[in-house]
């Protein structure tokens, strides 16, 4: 991404998108500008939101600052076809069905690092200097290789205005949370530096107050980003990204009957330097080089005596050094061809010794638009890596505007998601209950270490004839279409299917003798998803806009689906607890997985005043939570959460020639709680906020 | 890892219980075949082991427990058969995946008798843990205990319930731990086919 924004310093399109929102742009009309925008995830190019031929949404950093929020997993949360998933490890997305672990998740185009269990927690992320966010829907591993399956989401961070800008913006509310953010930054024709602090804190709050256990613990993040650039002629610049993230959180729990706590921390570093030269009007030529660090570390101790309960580390690091060159091959052909390599390591108490991947990839994409109406992109990436099999990754795809108002696309491609470090090279034994989990490298070493200790009963299957570790992946078909009859109205809608194999999942390889399994990793199921997802917004009157998104979404496991068909899958009657065989309508799909999602948006902005008020409902339908009746899958109603309803409110004025803004927010409006399954729903939140920026223009 | 948990409590019970009295739903059996089925409600586990014969529909107290009179036995979340490291006798067991209606004939091989650590019946309960109903004992749906008693008869027996008065374990009271019914109380279907064929019709 950060490839495109020095392009941007290069090239004509600077006028397009320079218009840095250092000044509240509250006013603005923006229904009408829809035409001209601009997305750039989706093929790593820069390409107009409406024709491109991949389904995409743009969120701005006006629409974010006019709802009130201030990190990314509040953003997110309120997009059609997006849920947020309740995890013990984190606030993470659901894109299409698929888990957090299949959504890469980028800054300026470069994938952050730190994910527990495949969860990256959103919160990590302000949204208080983004330009705006990007969310491609459906495989895009053909451009960005691993964990592209589900999706993208791009974060975009702002570029600042000329002259000497900057601001401060705070809010505070329930549970004592804070967010306050600082930035400055000064420009000139040739050269700009920017630099952003925030911090975030909460009081964290207990759903269970009798317990004296909190939910969520108190904790205390804080990010810095600084930017700077340099453009030595008309065709050549170099830039410069460093961000910096750390979080100290305190946590106390029940340890049987006594109490552990103690603090755990995580630190989280990027640095990203970037040249861009430009060979000629049709030739540009971006040289990447980035580093990613993520650090935690926890040190729990037992409040009675202050011995240690757990004390772990786990640092992770990711280097990378690409190359890409986009060429105009015709004035309807662009050619976007690019290769790198990465150098990426981990070290963590659960590992036996520090673990390395090396891995090269290369990438090619044509976009050719043969008429006008038609854009057709073509593209595939080759990722070949020292651990797992090489993975190459097509993708194929087509946009044509039927009329001006209407464009419809398709596109089917290829996405994967290589075994982690975890799935590899965990060496993990529980102390209490005793199981231990291997990763597929570790799994003959440590069955010999356990047998040589007198350690296995039995071996269920020999390590050493285990199947190498492939990575998951996907087949995915979208297709859909974008209308526009008028400025008021916009209206997308797709249709997507994912066929997705290789799913790595545990199984157990030997029994100890202590009656404990040992765990690895294989590759074992078939899963589908598909469904409809649409989105329409309409501006009613001037003052007021009306929106809102549905989406249907079905997920199964192909091999649970082939189990009830032969009958082999059953169920309890819960008046007489005999068996019965399970009716295929009765299964209810993967859990965690809503099948009716959707939101109702309305705004309404009095630009005499300049008082927008804005609120939103979104409503998640009931999904399966667990398995009461023992046959692995959820069927019965006693298995399912309860479908609820958040609604979400944000009012606000500017004042002083829009330099100001005031504001309140509301976040869960209704106080829609369910302590015993839904655990990251604290119930309402209130926050009064201020913001004020100057300079820029 | 909850279910690892599971697991790890479901195969480590060891309260030695003693049983006391057994209700049967006797119902009529066609005159063609020696086929008996019946619903044994409450079988009392609740003080230690309880002991049952499958032939006689009837539930094998003191010292006949020692002998070859009795086919199954519970103990807490075992369940045993007489063989091997439990048992005098020759009986052998599987579980099967089937609903009890249609499971029509039992299998010509694949029983086992008590081994050390390695019982012919496993798998028939899960333990809830810290899923609501929480610490909960339920029975697996589709687990059918197809047994050959040592007198080389064919049983199948469906476990309903581990509570006692077979509750509905998806209700408020259930989930509730001051208000659930006690365990070890197992309430069990079967049918015990007299004429010595697998066939279960």
Redesign the interface.
Not at chain 1, 574 to 581: H, L, M
Not at chain 1, 628 to 631: K, S
């Given at each position: 991404m950060r490839i495109y924004i020095s392009f941007f310093l290069l090239t004509v399109f600077i006028s397009i998108q320079s218009q840095a929102q250092k000044r509240d742009t509250l006013k603005k009309d923006t229904s009408t500008k829809q035409l001209k925008e601009v997305v750039i995830t989706g093929t790593r190019t820069l390409k107009s939101l409406q024709q491109v031929p991949i389904p995409i949404t743009r969120i701005t950093a006006e629409e974010i600052k006019k709802k009130g929020l201030v990190r990314l997993n509040e953003v997110l949360s309120e997009q059609t076809g997006i849920t947020i998933l309740d995890d013990p490890h984190g606030q993470g997305i659901q894109i299409q069905g698929f888990d957090p672990a299949y959504t890469l998740i980028l800054i300026d185009g470069l994938p952050l690092i730190g994910r527990t269990t495949g969860v990256f927690e959103l919160s990590r992320i302000t949204t208080n200097n983004i330009h705006r966010v990007e969310i491609v829907k459906g495989p895009t591993s053909s451009l960005y290789g691993s964990e592209a399956m589900a999706g993208v989401v791009n974060i975009i961070t702002s570029e600042p205005a000329k002259g000497f800008s900057g601001g401060l913006s705070g809010r505070y509310g329930t549970n004592k949370t804070v967010d306050v953010s600082l930035n400055s930054a000064y420009k000139t024709d040739k050269f700009y530096i920017s630099g952003f602090a925030n911090r975030y804190s909460s009081g964290g709050y207990t759903l269970q107050p009798s317990s004296g256990i909190p939910t969520v613990s108190p904790f205390e993040g804080y990010t810095f980003n600084g930017k700077t650039a340099y453009r030595f002629d008309d065709n050549t610049s170099v830039k410069l990204s460093v961000r910096y993230y750390t979080n100290d959180q305190d946590s106390r729990f029940l340890v049987d009957t006594r109490y552990g706590a103690g603090k755990g921390t995580e630190k989280d570093f990027n640095i990203a330097p970037v040249i861009t030269h430009r060979f000629s009007k049709k030739d540009v030529l971006v040289l990447q080089l980035y580093r990613s660090t993520y650090k935690t570390k926890s040190d729990i101790r037992y409040e009675d005596n202050g011995e240690v309960y757990d004390e772990t580390y786990f640092n992770q690091t990711f280097n990378r050094a690409e190359i890409q060159n986009d060429y105009s091959l015709l004035d309807n052909l662009k050619i976007t061809a690019g290769a790198g390599g990465q150098y990426e390591t981990v070290a963590a108490t659960r590992y036996t010794k520090q673990q390395s991947f090396t891995s090269g990839y290369g990438y090619f994409q044509a976009d050719w638009i043969p008429v006008k109406q038609l854009d057709i992109i073509a593209g595939g990436r080759y990722d070949a890596h020292s651990v797992y099999k090489s993975q190459f990754s097509p993708k194929l795809a087509a946009s044509y505007a039927l009329s001006p108002k209407l464009t419809i696309l398709g596109s089917v491609g290829k996405g994967y998601k290589a075994p982690d470090f975890r799935q590899l090279y965990l060496n993990f034994t529980?102390a209490e209950?005793?199981?231990s989990v291997f990763g597929y490298e570790e799994a003959n070493a440590g069955i010999k270490r356990l047998q040589q200790t007198g350690q296995i009963?039995t071996v269920l299957i020999d390590p050493s004839t285990l199947k190498r570790l492939n990575a998951e992946s996907s087949t995915s078909f979208n297709f859909g279409f974008r209308y526009k009859p008028a400025d008021k109205l916009y209206w997308t809608a797709n249709v997507f299917r994912n066929n997705i194999s290789n799913l790595i999942e545990t199984a157990a390889i030997a029994i100890k003798t202590n009656?404990?399994?040992v765990f690895s990793y294989f590759n074992l199921n078939k899963v589908f998803t598909q469904g409809i997802e649409t989105d329409l917004s309409y501006q009613l009157f001037k003052p007021l806009q009306i929106a809102g998104g549905i989406q249907y979404l079905e997920a199964y496991d192909q091999d649970v689906l082939n189990q009830i068909k032969a009958?082999?899958?059953?169920?309890?009657d819960?008046?007489?607890?005999?068996?019965?065989?399970l009716k295929r309508s009765e299964y209810g799909g993967l859990l965690g997985r809503s099948k009716y999602t959707y939101n109702v948006r309305v705004n309404y902005l009095d630009e005499k005043t300049a008082i927008n008020a804005s609120i939103r409902a979104i409503y998640r339908g009931r999904y399966g939570y667990?398995d009461?009746?023992?046959?692995g899958i959820v069927n019965?109603?006693?298995e399912y959460t309860k479908g609820y309803v958040l609604v979400n409110a944000s009012l606000s004025k500017l004042f002083m020639n829009d330099a100001i803004r005031v504001q309140l927010t509301a976040q869960n409006l209704l106080n829609y709680k369910d302590s015993?399954?839904i655990l990251n729903l604290p119930g309402r939140l209130i926050y009064a906020g201020v913001a004020y920026n100057f300079g820029g223009k | 890892m909850n279910k690892l948990t599971t697991l790890s409590l479901a195969f480590s019970s060891s309260i030695i219980l003693l049983a006391s009295c057994s209700k049967n739903n006797n119902t009529p059996t066609p005159v063609t075949s020696k086929l008996t089925t019946k619903t044994v409600a409450d079988l009392d586990g609740s003080a230690g082991t309880v002991y049952y014969s499958l032939a006689t529909g009837a539930q094998i107290t003191g010292a006949d427990t020692a002998t070859n009179k009795w086919d199954i036995k519970f103990k807490s979340t075992s369940i045993f058969v007489n063989s091997g490291t439990s048992g005098t006798g020759t009986t052998q067991a599987q579980v099967v995946s089937s609903s009890f209606e249609t499971l029509l004939t039992a299998p010509a091989d694949g029983y086992k008798a008590d081994a050390t650590g390695a019982n012919a019946i496993t798998g028939w309960y899960t333990y809830t843990a810290t899923t609501e109903p929480q610490h909960a004992i339920l029975t697996v749906p589709g687990k059918i205990l197809v047994i050959k008693t040592s007198t080389g008869s064919y049983a199948k027996v469906e476990i309903l319930s581990y509570y006692k008065g077979n509750p509905n374990t998806t209700t408020a009271t259930f989930a509730d731990l001051t208000t659930r019914p006690a365990s070890k109380f197992y309430t069990f279907r079967f049918a015990y086919q007299g004429d010595g064929t697998t066939s279960f019709k």
């Open positions: 529980n209950v005793g199981y009963e009656g404990q399994s009958g082999q899958v059953f169920t309890k819960p008046e007489t607890n005999q068996t019965r065989v667990k009461t009746d023992g046959n019965r109603d006693d015993l399954v | -």
